[in-house]
């Protein structure tokens, strides 16, 4: 990997401008605390808003959570990581799926204060899974929550929001507006084929704004939201709420603190991977600054956040990683969340294009799993690996669910449990008895 000469760094500015500040060599890479010139580092911070865009809005649509509320807290929450991380790490804290199902189910007559004070107990769990691994290392996270059992946490979330995807919960998604919601799959499938480089990563967005076109000409849109959007102000505050707590709500959502740790973690491996440099010392750090931003979040309104892989394919199709570029996203949806008329236009959305929607994005968190399986070369000739991911992914598809008094455990919960007990407590009891299978013979040369 080359590197471009730097500039001086100016005693107001954290950041050396890289280069000329305009162009980037091939085989360089703008470095977290470089930039480009302000108007390119400009134009990089709004891609990034576009890519996390789509994704972000999605998921307070399905939730019931108020949009601009969770844009805003999605941009602030995004500057809080920057300030923890000490521009060290480059990332878009935008809203995260593994909080819908839990979510969902933690609502309780629509009123969402309980799902809320769920995401701040996770936010809290989370920055003090980071104080610990800032203090001790990350090593104890390798070891308590391997590819294998990452994987299939990641892949039961996938499978338990299967359902949501046909009804929205109810008379929703795909079920309520099958012709809208098939034309909206349809297009986010065209279009992840048939543009190149960016405009390819904004397929989902493009594909959900192709099904609202669809709905607008043919009367599908719900014309109190339309009524909505006409009054709603250009300029005011976001909906804000405040959290109420529960014991129901906590167990809920909890588990999910797990996939955000995974995510995380992944994230700063990309990051450190990709620009050359070793980053395992800010782990503790961004799990701090999630968790944080989660908490943050959760006590206003909005929906809890995890760093975006979203955003990570701009950096590897820009190389740009400067963390000036993050700040220019984060204040733009700061800006964005300040106006009613943007979340007022977010919940003109249909139930169809939804359902469209999330029939590829919930597909696409199923496949991750396995795409960390494969991965890591997870092994499945080992019936420990086997049987881990097989309990696990059918607890959590069939959305298992175990009632204990006021407490009611679903599949994510349950299923995220199952994983651990299984694969540690069948792992231990091959390793005292010496019935670990040996590792599966190399495969053949191939034939001459």
Known sequence: MTQTPTGPRSRWSPWSLHGDGRTVRPGDVVHPDERLSWPRTLGVGVQHVVAMFGATFTVPLITGFPPATTLFFSGLGTLLFLLITGNRLPSYLGSSFAFIAPVLAAKAGGDIGPALGGIVVAGVALALVGLVV??????????????????????????????????GGGDGGVKAQPLIAVITLGAILLFTVLFRG????????????????LAALTGGLD???VTGLREAAWIGLPEF??????????????????VLIAENAGHVKAVAATTGRNLDRDMGKAFMGDGLATVLAGSGGGSGTTTYAENIGVMAATRVYSTAAYWVAGLAAVLLGLSPKVGALILTVPAGVLGGATTALYGLIAILGARIWL?????????VNLLTAAVAVIIGAADYTLNAGDLSFHGIALGT????????????????????PPPPPPPPPPAA
């Open 241 to 258: 709420h405040t959290p109420s707590f529960s014991l129901r709500a906590t167990v809920l959502v909890i588990p999910v603190v797990l």
């Open 134 to 167: 800032q203090l001790a290392g990350a090593g104890w996270i390798d070891r308590l929550m391997p590819p294998l059992v990452t994987g299939a946490i990641v892949m039961l979330i996938g499978l338990n929001l299967a359902p949501v995807a046909w009804d």
């Open 375 to 383: 991965d890591n070369r997870v092994d499945f000739h080992d019936p």
């Open 223 to 225: 014309p109190a939201t």
């Open 198 to 213: 960016f405009l390819a990563r904004l397929s989902i967005l493009l594909g959900v704004l192709v099904g609202w076109l």
């Open 417 to 436: 449990a199952a994983a651990l007990l299984t694969y540690h407590g069948m792992r231990l009891t091959a390793r005292l008895r010496n019935t670990t």
